[in-house]
């Protein structure tokens, strides 16, 4: 199975910063990567797809970058409804693996 | 607006069986994969199955193969997860998803379901 491995797994910012969050593929996915965006008692939301496009209606702040087995997903200036939990995602394999979430506090 | 709405979560003791439901109120429910998710109390997400358009090609995780069953009825616009043999570790809330063929993410998600499996 393909390991994905994100980091760090927490991270404190305030409003206005610029935040970036790494995912890491055991091998080589092309660009089979998605973002999601989870809030409390929440389901998550799509955020990026094919490691670098933005979901319609996902604000531009958002961006992500990367192929093979490095990626990264970038808020460029936080707002408060951001805080959230992000996980990177697989779909290289049919056997989808998530990474274990990144936690954006305040 | 697509909507998913999950239903059967409930509280099973270990070994028993549930049926969870996933019922799509938009349209061309046929023409996307469908996929379950759960996430155990205070976990991440971990991807449960996937079941493409016309029902014949599904995967599972190691952990549930054997056990678990994904189907559809593209009639009715609904995805099935039939749980048997439950484990404790089984307990989570489970999502529904569209999925748009993997490369294109999962698009659309349902509320969750609980499932809690204790004796």
């Known amino acids: 199975d393909i390991q994905m491995t994100q980091s760090p797994s927490s991270l404190s910012a305030s409003v206005g910063d610029r935040v970036t969050i790494t995912c890491r593929a055991s091998q080589s996915i092309s660009n089979y990567l998605n973002w999601y965006q989870q809030k409390p008692g929440k389901a998550p939301k799509l955020l990026i797809y094919a490691a670098s496009s933005v979901q319609t209606g996902v604000p531009s702040r958002f961006s992500g970058s990367g192929s093979g087995t490095d990626f990264t997903l970038t808020i460029s200036s936080l707002q408060p409804e951001d805080f959230a939990t992000y996980f990177c995602q697989q779909s290289y394999s049919t056997l989808y693996t998530f990474g274990q979430g990144t936690k954006l506090e305040i | 607006e697509v909507q998913l709405v999950e239903s059967g979560g409930g509280l099973v003791q270990p070994g028993g069986s549930l049926r969870l439901s996933c019922a799509d109120s938009g349209f061309r429910f046929g023409s996307f994969w469908m996929t379950w998710v759960r996430q155990a109390p205070g976990k991440g997400l971990e991807w449960v199955a996937t079941i493409k358009q016309d029902g014949r090609e599904k995967s599972y995780v190691d952990s549930v193969k054997g056990r678990f069953a994904i189907s559809r009825d593209n009639a009715e616009k609904s995805v099935f997860l039939q749980m048997n043999s439950l484990r404790v570790e089984d307990t989570a809330v489970y999502y529904c998803?569209?999925?748009?063929?993997?490369?294109?993410?999962?698009?659309?998600w349902g509320q969750g379901t609980t499932v809690t499996v204790s004796s």
């Open positions: 998803a569209r999925d748009v063929e993997g490369y294109y993410g999962m698009d659309v």
